[in-house]
């Protein structure tokens, strides 16, 4: 079986690893699940005790440039559109802290100038005294572009690649800097480069073949960890929801082969961190709090202001690029769009609940720049 599905890595600039081999037997092979579920259960001890780190996504911005083919923020889409001002940032944030998180992810479209890198930095610099770990997932970045970013204080860079299926990649991404398949593909070791120390890749399931995709994450997982080892590296593989624009997923992966992927992804990349997003039900969430998840997030809003309604008397559509003004008729409860719609709908605490019940620890903090400065 080693070697299957053969042309995944093609094209790629990554090659076979003793690592992808191994997660290609572990995910392709004979193995059962329920013995698969056990070892992941067991290496998931052995490197990360009994923990669950939480956060929660902010969002700066839901302006983008791009058109991509299955997101709500969609350059084309006329949805209600807002970027937040930092102080703005700011408020969502001690709104977050309040409730208990001390990790948080600042999420935005890719809008060279709505979100540009000093407005980014100002984000990062609000949101770091309330929160000792904070991640960006924004447009990638030349290095020289990331590196006031981490001045400011942020330590962990998300970047996914989407699909690593280049047909798929071109189709889906029907116009602006998105488009470029190598420059996003590279743009994780330019942020290693910068002076990040934890690294989150991942694959959206859901637009093109999914056994592929998975050994091509493994490939990137491979690399990455090769070229940027003082890194953590964590994997994500979020199943495609509907958004807005209607998109419909193209290709779907059944609750058992997701399961099995994140026990195997486990067992290949014992050191990895798994992510694991609110897209995914609650039922399901539970049963993977033991088999290889390290991190999870909760409570989510996915659009700009969703904690707590800042920014909405700035409310806009967009259409083919433009700003238009909402109908008198929307203003009354509008908020901003949302990126995609999540299925746990759990409070911090709640979902904290259902850790401990399972015998697991909700780690709120796990850092602090103390450590390394
Ligand atoms: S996936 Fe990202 S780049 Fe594409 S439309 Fe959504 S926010 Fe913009």
Not at 118 to 137: G, H, K, M, Q, W
Not at 265 to 287: C, D, H, M, W
Not at 310 to 325: F, I, N, P, S
Not at 334 to 354: H, K, V
Request: proline fraction near 6%; include cysteine.
């Amino acid at each position: 079986m080693s070697g299957w599905p053969g042309s995944a890595l093609e094209g790629l600039p990554f090659g076979q690893s003793a690592q992808v081999a191994r997660f290609e037997e572990l995910m392709f092979g004979p193995v059962r699940l329920e013995e698969l579920a056990e070892q992941a259960r067991w290496e998931t001890r052995k490197y990360f005790g009994r923990t669950m780190r939480l956060f929660a996504p902010l969002y700066l911005s839901n302006e983008c440039v791009n058109t991509c083919q299955y997101c709500g923020f969609s350059k084309d889409n006329p949805i209600r559109r807002v970027t937040l001002k930092p102080e703005e940032v700011e408020a969502e944030a001690r709104h977050l802290a309040g409730t208990g998180f001390r990790s948080v992810l600042l999420v935005s479209g890719e809008h060279p100038r709505e979100v540009p890198v000093d407005y980014l930095s100002e984000c990062v610099r609000r949101t770091v005294p309330l929160f000792p770990t904070v991640a960006i997932e924004v447009a990638p970045l030349e290095v020289e572009e990331y590196r006031p970013v981490v001045a400011a204080g942020a330590e962990g860079l998300v970047l996914y690649q989407e699909t690593y299926d280049r047909a798929a990649y071109a189709e889906m991404h029907v116009s602006g800097p998105k488009r470029n398949f190598d420059e996003r593909l590279l743009g994780p070791e330019r942020g290693y480069e910068a002076g990040f120390r934890r690294i989150g890749v991942g694959v959206l399931i859901g637009l093109a073949d999914w056994r592929k995709e998975l050994v091509a994450l493994a490939g990137h997982l491979s690399h990455l960890m090769r070229v940027g080892w003082r890194a953590q590296i964590t994997l994500a593989l979020p199943r495609l929801r509907p958004a807005a624009g209607g998109f419909q997923p193209r290709v779907a992966m059944s609750d058992r082969d997701f399961v099995r992927a994140i026990c195997a992804y486990r067992v290949a990349f014992p050191q990895a961190g798994i992510v694991l997003s609110t897209r995914e039900p609650k039922k399901l969430r539970n049963g993977l709090m033991e088999l290889g998840v390290t991190m999870m997030s909760a409570g989510s809003e996915t659009e700009p202001g969703g904690y707590t309604g800042v920014g909405k008397e700035r409310l806009h559509r967009t259409v083919r690029g433009r700003e238009v003004a909402l109908e008198a008729s929307e203003w009354e409860r509008a908020q901003a769009t949302e990126q995609f719609e999540i299925s746990d709908e759990r409070s911090a605490e709640e979902l904290g609940m259902a850790l401990r019940q399972r015998g697991l620890d909700p780690v709120w903090k796990d850092w602090d720049r103390a450590l390394t400065s």
